[in-house]
Nanobody, 124 residues
Framework: QVQLAEFGGGLVQAGDSLRLSCAAS????????MGWFRQAPGKERTFVAA????????MYADSVKGRFTISRNNAKNTVYLQMNSLKAEDTASYYC?????????????????WGHGTQVTVSS
């Protein structure tokens, strides 16, 4: 099963940009749909963005649409989340997830593997 590790979190100001990376190890990365979720303190984990196994399809939560972009490089076993125009409400731990068997979903239940998360803090 694929193993995931997120990188790129940090403390930024409102309006800034940040790019998260998720490095995958293990076989068949190109057969996994990938997603990003986030969890703020005291709140449930929520969907942010997803990308299909080949990168041809993407979907976003309404709250990030137009500001965040998900992409992947299967040759590097990496998925990215470019975050622009960050807001204080984007503050959360961000998790990368992998859905086996060409999964592509906004539901956390569909995902089979998770990273440990990276913290993003946006000061207003």
């Amino acid at each position: 099963q694929v193993q995931l590790a997120e990188f790129g979190g940090g403390l930024v100001q409102a309006g800034d940009s940040l790019r998260l990376s998720c490095a995958a190890s293990g076989p068949r990365f190109s057969m996994y749909g990938m997603g990003w979720f986030r969890q703020a303190p005291g709140k449930e984990r929520t969907f942010v963005a997803a990308i299909s196994w080949g990168g041809g399809s993407t979907m976003y939560a309404d709250s990030v649409k137009g500001r965040f972009t998900i992409s992947r490089n299967n040759a590097k076993n990496t998925v990215y989340l470019q975050m622009n125009s960050l807001k204080a409400e984007d503050t959360a731990s961000y998790y990368c997830a992998a859905a086996d068997k060409f999964g592509y979903s906004d539901s956390a239940e569909r995902y089979d593997a998770w990273g440990h998360g990276t913290q993003v803090t946006v000061s207003s």
